[in-house]
């Protein structure tokens, strides 16, 4: 970021000295109770699945108070997540708000936020495989909402080709299929996702947005609670693992799996589901 022409002033040090604050008051949103969650997985049942295959997208339907797992099958797959309120795809997953909310690369406990004025949870993650990569020494994490979704304007930005399997075009159209509408009007429904699976963070020295080959293996799965009535939509996307290229059809890339599973009755005597968001609206200056 830095071109080092600009005259460094003599308190330099000092103005970098200030303590870093973590920018939300995190302590007091809702807290995860894990005990809630885990009483209904006890009893859960798989009620349906859905296969996306390699460099395409697919849709789902998760009812609110059922449970869905992405899970990895026959290889190394990253996974694009759009989430959208199914009654209502005004309301979407907020993937920016989510990062500033808990953190770049998201996991058991955190939430997955709507977009404004809802901003409720939509979906409230369980139980993730890959807990145990935690952070390794390039500063990578997985499961990132940093990253926007590989998409063919910005690739045809720097090469100068149409590829039509990105996962901005795979999202539109398993969007355009499931609402039985243009692919123009499934364009504005698609937004920036949950990069599943995916290993990623900022170089050391340059701030840049890296990725790197996925730990993640067949077997390995995300498993999610819907707060809130879902439609989904997952790209398997082109970069297959993200451990080399991207946006073309030789990078090896595999199907990613969607199960549905249903609590039993009676299992979420605890669990209340999350209301919109309750300010006013108004946007009056207060001045
Ligand atoms: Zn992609």
Redesign the pocket.
């Known amino acids: 970021m830095s071109n080092g022409t600009s005259k460094i002033p003599v308190d330099a040090a000092q103005r970098r000295s200030a303590k870093p604050i973590v920018c939300y008051e995190v302590d007091s949103l809702p807290s995860y109770d894990k005990a809630v969650y885990e009483k209904a997985k006890i009893s859960m049942e798989k009620t349906s699945e859905v296969i996306v295959p390699p460099r395409d997208g697919a849709t789902f339907h998760v009812p609110a108070g059922h449970f869905f797992r992405i899970v990895s099958v026959e290889g190394p797959q ?1 996974g ?1 997540l759009n989430l959208w309120n199914a009654n209502d795809l005004s309301e979407r997953f907020y993937s920016g708000k989510t990062r500033q909310l808990h953190s770049s690369h998201i996991t058991t406990g955190d939430r997955l936020w709507s977009s404004h004025p809802n901003l409720r949870p939509m979906a409230t993650i369980t139980e993730n495989t890959l807990d145990w990569y935690g952070w390794d020494e390039d500063g990578a994490g997985v499961h990132d909402v940093i ?1 926007t ?3 063919p304007y910005t690739n045809y930005l720097l090469k100068e080709v149409d590829y039509n399997n ?3 075009s ?1 999202l539109i159209r398993a969007v355009a299929d499931n609402q039985h509408i243009s692919y123009d009007e499934a364009e504005t429904h698609v937004h920036d ?1 949950m ?1 599943v699976f995916m290993c990623t963070g900022f170089t050391k020295d340059t701030h840049q947005y890296f990725m790197k080959a996925s730990p993640v293996r067949p077997g390995d799965f995300i498993e999610f609670f819907a707060e809130i009535d879902l439609l989904g939509a997952l ?1 398997a ?3 297959g693992d ?1 451990g080399s290229s ?2 073309n059809d030789a990078t090896p890339c595999y199907p990613l799996l969607v199960e549905i599973y249903k609590p039993a009755v009676g299992t979420l005597e605890n669990w209340q589901k999350p209301s919109r968001n309750e300010y006013s609206g108004k946007h009056i200056s207060n001045k």
Do not use: A, K, M, Y
């Open positions: 990253v694009d990253g979704r590989c998409d990105c996962c901005h795979n996702v990069n790209s996307c082109p970069g993200c991207h946006s």
